[in-house]
């Protein structure tokens, strides 16, 4: 059980460094976006690269977000009935939710990121919403680690919430 414990303490670690790594790409986002628009309103010289920039780092603070996002429970859920069932009762959904939702989506979307960064890296793909053409596989990655660490995330409360149905008591 300790050996599961600390498992999971890493998988929650991950989860953590991700969501405090992707949180400095809102600074980006924000800087870049900034300058853009001081640039094009102030100075009429409007940039090649803010806009790519800005959608690249809105992508990273969201899929870096996400598993930090789902470790704090933070995600968006109707629980007009959910909130008001117990605590066995609430982990009860969330497993069968998993199951037949949460890990078949993210299975399916993780293997194609993977396709799509392995093509991107296998092709040297740029981005071509702009005249800058940024390279896209370093972003296309970033989308599968970003599920990768969401499954991970997802097994970890799984096996949370199997062990409170079974045992009762919170696993740490």
């Not at 007009?80 to 609430?90: D, L, T, V």
């Not at 793909?125 to 969401?150: C, D, I, K, Q």
Request: proline share 3%; charged share 15%.
């Amino acid at each position: 059980m300790l050996m599961l414990s600390k498992l999971l303490g890493y998988i929650d670690w991950l989860s953590e460094m991700s969501g405090s790594i992707g949180k400095w790409f809102a600074v980006v986002l924000v800087l870049a976006g900034t300058f853009e628009a001081i640039a094009r309103h102030f100075f009429n010289a409007p940039t090649i690269w803010a806009y790519d920039s800005m959608c690249m780092a809105g992508g990273v603070v969201y899929m870096l977000g996400a598993s930090y996002n789902y470790k704090h429970n933070a995600h968006t859920r109707v629980d007009i009935f959910y909130s008001a069932m117990s605590p066995k009762r609430q982990a009860w959904i969330d497993l069968i939710c998993a199951l037949l939702f949460f890990f078949p989506l993210m299975v399916v979307m993780f293997k194609l990121a993977m396709d799509w960064a392995i093509r991107a890296w296998r092709i040297d793909e740029v981005m071509f919403n702009s005249f800058w053409y940024p390279p896209a596989a370093p972003y296309r990655t970033v989308f599968a680690v970003g599920l990768l660490l969401l499954i991970l995330q997802g097994v970890s409360k799984f096996i949370r919430d199997l062990y409170f149905i079974i045992k009762g008591e919170r696993l740490a």
